[in-house]
């Protein structure tokens, strides 16, 4: 659509602004084309609900076939077993503190598994084990690209760890990893290269925990780049993506997804213009669309989002150039100004997310729209730690 046809849409929708919209069809499309190619690659998913911490993005995941899921937090193992998810890993390097809050979800019903990558962190779950009376159930970090957290492959301390969890009666499940360096990556070898490297790497983990007596079943990858360029997971047992689900300027930036399949949106109004260098002015600042630069890394820069019309045309050129907390500042990528009467007092825009699950985490629920519709849905989504 062209900016002049934007112009005329000071939309009559009553959603208050800003407010996080949800395509449902885009949502829907999403699942089922990273579900289908995992599936193609005989892989089970575990999807991360960090990115949606909805219950309503779980079922329609749970309709698509997962069975188990992935969470960042403990609230969001409270929130989504109250809401009968019983199979949960928690996919943040354990700490100590935590692992009373774990005993008493698996008290309650949860077949939660954590992780860990020290040798300190296996004493410290032992310890609670005996404490707790309690079997934890381990996943091995693995360091696959140097990126983060985890074990070398061929560490000792892999072995130790592993050794000190078994003896206090907890269970190595195996080994787990996150190729957060594919974010890094600038073309599609690149990809490819990273979703090898993350397979290779995990597998020679677990198979070097067999060798050493433990069954080490689960092998489990997760990144949205990486499975969405896998093309063989031999020896993998299950990915983890969570971003996929929405998909964001990042991705598009890696090449994963076009701007079409992007299913979130900040609907926010323009409330001002600055006349002088020809901007606009939206009630979208960084509380309501994140402070996160990520696509300015890879490929195109967004700013803190592109714009699009009340309908989720992209608007060409347009991105938010500046934000303060309320405050977000429109401006043309070259510096051109605005039409400003194209764009009046009142007119709404959307404003396509860098980050899905650092936008999604400022709002406290989804306005689930068809296309430019609202269907009065709403869907809250759980905070906190
Ligand atoms: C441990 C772990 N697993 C899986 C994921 C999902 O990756 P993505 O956000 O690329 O879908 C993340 C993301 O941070 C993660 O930290």
């Known amino acids: 659509m062209s900016n002049a046809a934007a112009a005329s849409q000071t939309s009559d929708l009553t959603t208050p602004t800003p407010a996080l919209w949800l395509e449902l069809n885009r949502l829907e499309a999403n699942i089922r084309s990273m579900h289908g190619h995992l599936h193609a690659l005989g892989v089970t998913l575990r999807p991360h609900l960090k990115t949606c911490k909805s219950?309503?993005?779980?079922?329609?995941?749970?309709?698509a076939g997962a069975e188990r899921f992935t969470v960042s937090t403990l609230a969001e193992a409270r929130y989504?077993?109250?809401?009968?998810?019983?199979d949960l890993l928690y996919a943040v390097?354990?700490?100590?503190?935590?692992?009373?809050?774990?005993?008493?979800?698996?008290?309650?019903?949860?077949?939660?598994?954590?992780?860990?990558?020290?040798a300190a962190a296996a004493k410290a779950v032992a310890e609670a084990a005996n404490r707790h009376a309690c079997h934890y159930r381990v996943l091995l970090e693995i360091d696959c690209d140097g990126e983060r957290a985890g074990f070398a492959p061929d560490a000792a301390a892999l072995i130790d760890a592993a050794t000190t969890l078994e003896k206090s009666?907890?269970?190595?499940?195996?080994?787990?990893?996150?190729?957060g360096g594919s974010y890094h990556c600038h073309d599609s070898d690149c990809l490819q290269r990273a979703a090898d490297n993350e397979r290779d790497m995990t597998v020679a983990a677990a198979e070097r925990l067999r060798k050493h007596g433990f069954a080490a079943p689960v092998v489990s990858i997760g990144s949205t780049p990486t499975a969405a360029f896998a093309h063989d997971l031999s020896g993998v047992t299950e990915a983890r993506p969570g971003t996929y689900v929405f998909q964001d300027l990042v991705m598009v930036g890696l090449g994963v997804c076009g701007l079409d399949d992007i299913a979130i949106s900040v609907l926010s109004e323009v409330i001002g213009h600055r006349a002088g260098p020809g901007e606009l002015v939206v009630d979208a600042g960084w509380m309501a669309l994140s402070a996160d630069r990520g696509s300015a890394e890879r490929g195109l820069d967004c700013g803190y989002g592109l714009v699009c019309d009340v309908a989720g045309n992209?608007?060409?050129?347009?991105?938010?150039?500046?934000?303060?907390?309320?405050?977000?500042?429109?401006?043309?990528?070259?510096?051109?100004p605005l039409e400003m009467h194209k764009y009046p007092l009142g007119c709404r825009l959307r404003i396509l997310p860098n980050h899905a699950c650092a936008t999604a985490a400022q709002h406290a629920g989804y306005h689930v729209c068809d296309s430019s519709v609202d269907t009065g849905m709403y869907w809250e989504r759980c905070t906190g730690w």
């Open 55 to 63: 219950i309503d993005v779980a079922r329609l995941l749970l309709a």
């Open 314 to 336: 992209v608007l060409e050129g347009l991105l938010v150039k500046h934000v303060n907390q309320e405050h977000g500042v429109i401006a043309h990528r070259d510096g051109r």
């Open 93 to 118: 390097g354990i700490a100590p503190g935590k692992l009373a809050q774990c005993s008493a979800l698996m008290q309650a019903g949860l077949k939660l598994t954590i992780t860990l990558d020290s």
């Open 169 to 179: 009666g907890c269970h190595v499940e195996g080994v787990m990893t996150h190729a």
């Open 80 to 86: 989504f077993l109250a809401h009968g998810l019983t």
